[in-house]
Structures are given as C-alpha cells and as structure tokens.
C-alpha cells in the first residue's frame, strides 16, 4: 500500500528515557514533517525536511533530533524524555510545488512518558 | 497563528449535507484553500482544495467565493463515519509548514 507509516504505533517509556520514532513514505514525495498532537489536540509543526535537508525547526527543545537519511524516511529522536512531551506525534509527507497535492499524515505515535 | 476562522463545533442530521464554513480574509493571491479532517485517533485526511474555482471529488464539494475570502466544505450526504474534526487551511503549496488552528467539531447525528 502506499501510505506514510510510522512505528511504532504506541511508546510507553519513563522519564529520562531515549527513544526514537520512525516514519517512511513510500508516495515519491520530497518533503516530510513532524507534528506535535498535546492533550488539548493542537497539532504543531515540529520539523520539516525537503529532500534530506532540513527546512523549518521550530521552537523544540534540542533534546529533539530529527534525521532523515534519504527522503522517503523521516526519524524522530528524544534525548531525555519529560513528562510534557508525551502526546501524538504524527509523520507527514508531500510532494511541494505542484499544485493538486495536499499533505499525507501517518495514523500517528501515542508517546507517554511516565 | 492559523490564518482562518471556522466555527468550533456543528451539528448535522444524517442524510444531509453538512455545510462547513471558514473565513480566510487575509488570503494572499496565490494561496490555495485545503480542507483536512481528523477522525478521532487517527492522522489527519486530505479532502479537497481549490485556489479560485469551485471543486468537487468524491468526498466533498468546496465553494469558494469571488472575493476568495471565506468558502464552504460541502458533505453532500453526511454520515456518521463523517464524525471528525474539519480544519480549513490557506497553504502555498511549497514546502512551508501549514498551520492547523482549531477547526470545526463536526457531529452526525442519527
């Protein structure tokens, strides 16, 4: 199936934790995203990449790396993992400057920190 | 800051077309309109989008007026599984980030 998937699906981890979330799209799109989903359901913009270079960080703790080894994977890695930064963390993909092409989001990363 | 302003929350009996308005009145001429949803637990879906003209797929119809400053999603026959949360977004079609604000909480009702 074409899609963008993310694993895994769900991470429960303790404080002070590393972990990493995955994201691959196999759609031939040049740029990938990650968006924060908190409890109060706000979807943010975390990072984008276009074609492995990096294009938007926004204002996320440098305890968050993302890392794209080409540009059908996209990687999440948290250092030290709070309480606050559980929620969803969704992937997304698209393919830019070409009109007719909305973004694809994976089904998402339930992170709880405990 | 989200560049639109949708309604928080719309009620539509099942059956029906459900009506989905946004208010974008700083929309830049080569800004397109996108429409997403978010099923509860899922990722958000695309729907529709459209820079000028009115659109219709297979999911839904976008009317957008003349001046460009407000349009409506269309559901033409609403049903449950419609449940979500609608956003209505202004995107540039780069590799910009899209902003989501609040959206619509849209509820079926049987």
């Known amino acids: 199936d074409t899609a963008v998937s993310q694993t895994p699906k769900y991470l429960v981890t303790q404080m002070g934790n590393d972990k990493s979330i995955k994201c691959e799209q196999n759609l031939g799109h040049d740029t990938m995203y990650w968006y924060k989903q908190d409890s109060k359901k706000f979807l943010k913009i975390m990072f984008s990449y276009n074609n492995k270079e990096l294009i938007i960080n926004e204002t996320v703790p440098n305890r968050f790396s993302p890392k794209s080894p080409d540009k059908a994977h996209l990687n999440l890695h948290i250092n030290s993992l709070e309480l606050g930064d559980s929620a969803v963390y969704f992937c997304?993909?698209?393919?830019?400057?070409?009109?007719?092409?909305?973004?694809?989001f994976g089904s998402g990363t339930r992170l709880t920190v405990v | 800051d989200a560049k639109t302003t949708q309604p928080p929350s719309m009620d539509c009996a099942e059956g029906r077309a459900a009506n989905l308005p946004c208010n974008h009145s700083t929309i830049s001429g080569n800004e397109y309109v996108y429409w997403y949803r978010q099923i509860h637990s899922q990722g958000p879906q695309y729907i529709i989008h459209g820079l000028k003209n009115n659109e219709t797929n297979e999911m839904a119809s976008l009317i957008i007026t003349e001046d460009r400053k407000s349009s409506t999603l269309i559901l033409p026959h609403a049903t449950l599984r419609d449940t979500a949360v609608y956003y209505c977004i202004v995107d540039m079609n780069r590799d910009d980030k899209i902003i989501f604000g609040k959206g619509t909480r849209l509820h079926i009702l049987p």
């Open positions: 997304a993909s698209r393919l830019t400057r070409a009109s007719g092409y909305g973004y694809t």
